[in-house]
């Protein structure tokens, strides 16, 4: 018989239900453990023959998958999605990993895709830019509509730079509106200078990567379009076909802030491609 140990996890944020199977189907052991790095690879470690490990992708799924993929035979991360529960079945924690491992003993799991661990700084990198980004047009609106509310016509990005900002206050002639304006832009001047040093530290990060020499040669395409490419895509290996790839490719839309121009697919007819400028 085949000395093969398949562990079921269900993960929540303090503790992880883990349930182990024989190759047989049998259960040999189920304990609540908690979510830590050394209590984890304790329990793995106390476990004897190959070692196959599944649990359903979530927030801490990437960790996991890292902390366990050197110590085990295999790491199985799941697409929850695509394992529905039958009617009838119990939602209970431990059901829900005793059906995962035996899932995966039966080889009816759908697993997802986990990069390199290579890409996963630039990941991070990208994911901090996006939010600075967002959190700054976020105060640019608000200060668009403090202006609109007074029917002050405030189109384009002139309303936010620094440069004509008096200008622009003394439009408002309420003492307490104006000063709310001007918190406004006091809140949009920080998040300003975190993004330039996210977008330096993101930029740094994609020189390292394989690939953004050759995206940058696509019309349309700047170093961050490039950077962010590169993020989402980790690597063209994980599609298994063109279309799957480029659907992640089109996912990426353009940035408010950074004048990037979305690449748009040629016209029937176009004997150039849509658009020549670099943003980013």
């Given at each position: 018989m085949s000395n093969d140990k398949y562990v079921g996890m269900d993960v929540h944020l303090?503790?992880?239900?883990?349930v182990v199977l024989d190759s047989a189907g049998k259960r040999v052991c189920e304990s609540v453990i908690e979510t830590k790095a050394s209590t984890i690879i304790e329990f793995i470690d106390g476990l004897r023959g190959a070692i196959h490990v599944v649990f359903e992708e979530g927030t801490q799924s990437a960790w996991l998958y890292d902390l366990l993929g050197p110590r085990v035979a295999e790491v199985v991360v799941c697409n929850p999605r695509k394992h529905e529960k039958v009617a009838g079945e119990n939602h209970a924690d431990r059901a829900d990993?005793?059906?995962?491992?035996n899932r995966?003993?039966?080889?009816e799991v759908k697993a997802v895709y986990k990069?390199?661990?290579?890409?996963?700084?630039?990941?991070?990198?990208?994911?901090?830019?996006?939010?600075?980004?967002?959190?700054?047009t976020r105060v640019m609106n608000r200060i668009r509509a403090v202006y609109r509310s007074r029917g002050i016509a405030c189109r384009g990005r002139g309303v936010s730079q620094a440069r004509g900002r008096e200008v622009w206050l003394g439009e408002l002639r309420e003492p307490g509106l104006r000063q709310r304006a001007e918190l406004l832009y006091r809140e949009l001047d920080g998040p300003r200078v975190l993004r330039r040093d996210a977008?330096?530290?993101?930029?740094?990060?994609?020189?390292?990567?394989?690939?953004?020499?050759?995206?940058?040669?696509?019309?349309?395409?700047?170093?961050?379009?490039?950077?962010?490419?590169l993020a989402a895509v980790g690597?063209?290996?994980?599609?298994?076909?063109?279309?799957?790839?480029?659907?992640?490719?089109?996912?990426?839309s353009r940035d408010p802030l950074d004048g990037a121009m979305p690449v748009r697919r040629r016209e029937a007819g176009?004997?150039?491609a849509a658009g020549d400028g670099r943003g980013g």
């Open positions: 303090a503790t992880i239900l883990v990993a005793l059906r995962l491992a995966l003993r039966l080889g990069g390199e661990r290579g890409p996963r700084t630039l990941k991070e990198l990208v994911h901090c830019y996006d939010s600075l980004v967002r959190d700054q977008k330096h530290a993101m930029l740094t990060e994609a020189k390292r990567q394989g690939g953004r020499e050759v995206l940058q040669r696509v019309p349309a395409l700047g170093p961050v379009r490039a950077a962010q490419i690597t063209p290996h994980r599609s298994r076909t063109k279309r799957q790839l480029r659907a992640v490719l089109w996912l990426r176009e004997g150039a």
